[in-house]
């Protein structure tokens, strides 16, 4: 159980175009999620919490038309990168909390994105 | 002071010993506390939860928390190389709202045989 999927695995874009990211809760409901991004060698860093019907909520520093987030259902999140440059290239991990359950988060695979 | 601390690492143990894990954190109010594994590029695993003061067990893996002194652990018993990740320690605090958790920048460890 627990099972939190992302699509695509790996991209390669050009300067300029806009990347979707899909997250999707497999094994249960999550009317929350969230996506992190994680450079080399760093730490996790949460970008915003995606809420299913409303607007989610972003981190300090995170520009919210750069990073679009759609919750639109109880198993789906999607995050829209707009006009990708090579510094949004890293990897971007959604995660999902159960709504039945306690706070502990199940993380997806993670989504490795390259901006040329 | 960051909200959640952790020794970078790399912490190097020979293999069948025991792995100890530390983490610290500052919101006295944290309500709930959990250990991740990551191995490198990929997402983070949840392994273990802790929610009250003492020990948890499963398995290899013992969570113990101490909230009087904001602390909490994780130890690997009988340590296999394949245990070699980084570790990352995630607190839910009192304030965070929308029950997001805070993430400590992780311990490497590296088992070798």
């Known amino acids: 159980g627990a099972v939190v999927s992302q699509h695509p695995s790996r991209v390669i874009c050009k300067s300029g175009t806009s990347v979707k990211i899909e997250c999707r809760s497999l094994?249960?409901?999550?009317?929350?999620m969230f996506w992190y991004r994680q450079f080399p060698k760093q730490s996790l860093m949460l970008m915003a919490t995606?809420?299913?019907?409303?607007?989610?909520?972003?981190e300090q520093g995170v520009e919210k038309d750069k990073f679009l987030i759609n919750h639109a259902s109880l198993t789906l999140s999607t995050l829209t990168v707009t006009s990708a440059h090579p510094e949004d290239s890293s990897f971007y991990i959604c995660?999902?909390?159960?709504?039945?359950?306690?706070?502990?988060?199940?993380f997806g695979p993670g989504t490795r994105l390259t901006v040329l | 002071q960051k909200e959640v601390e952790q020794n970078s690492g790399p912490l190097s143990v020979p293999e069948g010993a025991i792995a100890s894990l530390n983490c610290t954190y500052s919101?006295?109010?944290?309500?709930?506390f959990f250990w991740y594994r990551q191995y490198s590029g990929k997402s983070p695993e949840l392994i273990m939860f802790?929610?009250?003061?003492g020990d948890k067990e499963d398995g290899r893996f013992t969570a113990q928390l101490n909230k009087a002194s904001q602390y909490v652990s994780l130890l690997i018993r009988d340590s296999q190389p394949s245990d070699s990740a980084t570790y990352l320690c995630?607190?839910?605090?009192?304030?965070?709202?929308?029950?997001?958790?805070?993430f400590g920048a992780g311990t490497r460890l590296a088992v070798h045989p």
């Open positions: 995660s999902a909390r159960a709504n039945r359950g306690g706070n502990e988060q199940f």
């Open positions: 094994d249960f409901q999550a009317t929350t």
């Open positions: 995606s809420n299913e019907g409303s607007k989610a909520t972003y």
């Open positions: 919101d006295r109010g944290s309500q709930s």
């Open positions: 802790i929610y009250s003061n």
């Open positions: 995630a607190v839910s605090p009192f304030s965070g709202g929308y029950n997001k958790l805070i």
